[in-house]
């Protein structure tokens, strides 16, 4: 019944809920014992997941392309396919580096280290180590960087002698669209990086 469910879904194109369709069954075939039926269930959510990866990364949306991959090598692992799971955490890999540099062309920095630092993770989960080392050098350079530019706001505002809200603030800066622009970049690398330096923090050695 739960295989029909998921395959109704399927058709629907709403991946999710077909993905946790097959999820729950080959759950309970894997406790049937019936690892054939298993490994069909996870192929079937492997075939899922690449075609919604694929889907995404036509649009260009590098960062859900590179996560379903890896999800897609999760699932691999699931099945015990250790080829096809490296093949996976490769692409996701691959997508994952694009979707860095398109963000660091934006200079969304933060964003940029973060894709780095998931990368770096992936690469830690195929077992190669100095691609690891790389990506996480790669994305303390772009916190560091980050961190610089907002240095260089703060050094800006404690010269200007402005002590106003944050919403004064955005209202000061929207004043001139330059600046207002420069703020904005501001906000988010604040915003984003508060749970970035939480999982950067236990990796101080590539900083």
Do not use: P
């Not at 809920?17 to 406790?31: H, I, P, Q, R």
């Amino acid at each position: 019944m739960r295989v029909r469910y998921a395959e109704e879904k399927e058709k629907e194109e709403n991946y999710s809920e077909a993905l946790k369709g097959y999820a729950e069954v080959a759950y309970w075939a894997d406790k049937m014992g019936n690892k054939k039926f298993r490994s069909e269930l996870y192929g079937k959510a492997i075939d899922l997941q690449l075609r919604y990866a694929e889907e995404k990364e036509r649009e260009e949306n590098y960062s859900k392309a590179s996560g379903s991959y890896a999800e897609a090598a999760d699932w691999a692992d699931k099945m015990e396919d250790e080829k096809r799971r490296k093949e996976l955490y490769e692409k996701a890999i691959e997508v994952g580096l694009r979707s860095a540099t398109t963000k660091e062309k934006k200079s969304s920095l933060s964003s940029a280290a973060a894709d780095y630092v998931q990368t770096a993770k992936w690469a830690d989960a195929v077992g190669d180590d100095v691609k690891r080392d790389t990506l996480y050098e790669k994305a303390a350079q772009r916190l560091r960087e980050a961190a610089e530019t907002y240095e260089k706001l703060a050094s800006f505002l404690l010269n200007s002698d402005i002590l106003i809200d944050a919403s004064a603030l955005r209202d000061y800066f929207s004043e001139d669209a330059e600046k207002f622009a420069y703020f904005d970049k501001i906000s988010s690398i604040v915003e984003n990086c508060r749970w970035f330096f939480e999982d950067f923090s236990g990796m101080s050695r590539w900083r």
